[in-house]
């Protein structure tokens, strides 16, 4: 479960504060399945940084039960001075993985993100498909009760698409998730739930249906 109470993000600007969100409170429940939808610039991946807790609020507070990933997709938060391996290893000692699996924990990881020699490279030097592919392969390697998934899908060849769609539905099967996406269709076949940011506001609703209509109709 993560909850918002009366939360405001904002960021300073030359003519004032802009609101991400001012003043919302909501609860996304255990299991939701949970697609987010907001014109360009609303705050989609703000909102995901501060589900996840990598962001914090100006304003209210956030109650998180359970674990939660970090957003996985483009944005990620990996050290660019340290190499994917090093960035690998270091999740590992975050999610209390002992050290005699640490070196099977990180050697899936390596397989799984297909990136050859740039594992032992540091992340400055990769695409951002690259970072991509690193950060997912990284969160797979981790049970979380919450997955935060700021338009992942898009990356890499379809290979890596197929096999990044059935690891994330195995996954799904025993956990949340909080999905941003530019695809609707997607969003409509996977998501029982949805969320509408709109100049500040979010609001949550029972299902992703009525959340596209009142999203459809904003954007008009």
């Known amino acids: 479960m993560i909850q918002l109470e ?3 993000k904002y960021y300073a600007t030359p003519g004032g504060r802009h609101y991400v969100l001012k003043d ?3 609860t996304v429940p255990d299991h939701a399945q949970l697609g987010v939808l907001g014109p360009n610039g609303a ?3 703000t909102l995901m940084r501060l589900f996840s807790g990598v962001d914090v609020p100006n304003k209210g507070r956030i109650i998180r039960t359970g674990s939660i990933s970090w957003p996985m997709g483009l944005a990620s ?7 994917g391996k090093e ?3 270091f ?3 975050i999610q209390g993985i002992s050290h005699k699996q640490v070196g099977e924990v990180v050697e899936g990881i390596r397989d799984f993100a297909e990136i050859g020699k740039y594992f032992d490279m540091p992340v400055r030097t990769y695409s951002s498909g690259m970072r991509a592919r690193l950060n997912f392969a990284i969160a797979m390697a981790f049970d979380f009760n919450c997955y935060i998934i700021d338009e992942l899908t898009a990356v890499g060849d379809q290979n890596f698409k197929n096999k990044s769609r059935a690891t994330f539905e195995k996954k799904r099967q025993n956990a949340s998730f909080i999905k941003v996406s530019h695809s609707l269709e997607e969003l409509r076949a996977e998501c029982n739930m949805g969320l509408v940011l709109n100049k ?3 609001t949550i609703y029972d299902s992703f249906a009525e959340a596209e209509e009142v999203y459809l109709q904003n954007i008009k």
């Open 77 to 83: 938060s990996m050290q660019n001075a340290l190499t």
């Open 24 to 26: 919302v409170s909501f």
């Open 87 to 89: 960035n690998a290893r």
């Open 200 to 202: 500040g506001s979010a």
């Open 43 to 45: 705050g989609k991946s």
């Open 6 to 8: 009366n939360v405001s």
């Open 91 to 93: 999740a590992c000692q």
